[in-house]
């Protein structure tokens, strides 16, 4: 069973400095903590980007509909410039206004393409982070006796005859 990632999260409430601790004290590596939590980083950002591609294709698919429903031309070319490609996150349904049925199209499609290259990564960001996730122990109860060797182990009770 691996640790809730929740306890990585300094904003929700975890204490990464608490699990570094126990890792040291396991005589582990202090560092898979820190991959942890920049992995876990990189697929929030990922996942953010493609719940906003959602929330544009929605825009983009409201708008079409409304042009169409107004009879409006579906426009000559469906070409949409690098500016308009590189800013596509920060379309509002304002500014797809300015566009033809088309364009629009072409927009949607690009969106498709963004969410499907993210979903990819998205899923190989959550593999690499669970692979890291596994290497690291259970928080340490603070009874434990610290050693690196199990001849220093304490007896906690004994049970039956002893010789």
Request: aromatic content about 4%; glycine content about 4%.
């Amino acid at each position: 069973m691996v640790l809730d990632l929740q306890h990585f999260r300094k904003e929700k409430g975890g204490n990464p400095d608490e699990l570094r601790e126990s890792q040291q004290k396991r005589f582990k590596d202090v560092t898979l903590v820190d991959k942890v939590i920049e992995i876990d980083g990189q697929w929030r950002e990922v996942s953010f980007n493609c719940d906003r591609y959602n929330k544009i294709k929605n825009m983009a698919s409201k708008a079409i509909g409304k042009k169409m429903k107004a009879k409006e031309p579906q426009g000559d070319s469906d070409e949409v410039s690098d500016e308009v490609k590189s800013n596509i996150l920060e379309m509002t349904a304002e500014s797809m206004d300015k566009f033809t049925v088309r364009e629009l199209k072409t927009i949607s499609s690009e969106l498709d393409t963004r969410k499907k290259d993210d979903g990819i990564k998205l899923v190989q960001l959550e593999d690499k982070r669970l692979q890291v996730l596994r290497q690291i122990g259970n928080l340490l109860h603070p009874s434990v006796v610290i050693s690196n060797d199990e001849v220093n182990n304490k007896i906690e009770r004994t049970i039956g005859d002893v010789e």
